[in-house]
């Protein structure tokens, strides 16, 4: 019964880090959306040209929130690929865990 109980709480361990790399990606989404967010009324247009005669033009504004958002996620991409393979391993070790030390169905059920 120890040997389980110590399984349980190793699996639990390594879901738990899962969970924090998962938070740590997330978060930097959230922080390149943020950033985004702030630079959107630097990316609208000037209104002089409208005021000649010439409507905005919308493509030119997506075209410049797409660079922008190209150029933010370049910045963090490096971070971004090597927690993404952190994830991809845990979510690896995970498995062959689970593979090698099969749990009871109702524990199974909880998690």
Not at 5 to 12: D, G, P, W
Not at 87 to 96: E, F, M, S
């Given at each position: 019964m120890t040997r389980a109980?110590?399984?349980?709480?190793?699996?639990?361990r390594m879901e738990e880090a899962r969970r924090q790399i998962q938070r740590q990606l997330d978060?930097?989404?959230r922080q390149i959306t943020r950033r985004m967010t702030a630079l959107i009324p630097q990316l609208q247009p000037r209104r002089r040209a409208y005021r000649?005669?010439?409507?905005?033009?919308?493509s030119a504004f997506l075209e410049r929130y797409r660079s922008n958002l190209a150029a933010i996620r370049a910045e963090r991409q490096p971070e971004i690929d090597?927690?993404?393979?952190?994830?991809?391993?845990?979510?690896?070790?995970?498995?062959?865990?689970?593979?090698?030390?099969?749990m009871p169905d109702s524990q199974e059920a909880t998690s």
């Open positions: 109980c110590e399984r349980e709480a190793q699996l639990s978060m930097i989404e000649r005669g010439k409507p905005p033009d919308p090597a927690l993404s393979r952190k994830l991809a391993r845990q979510d690896r070790a995970i498995a062959a865990f689970r593979a090698r030390h099969p």
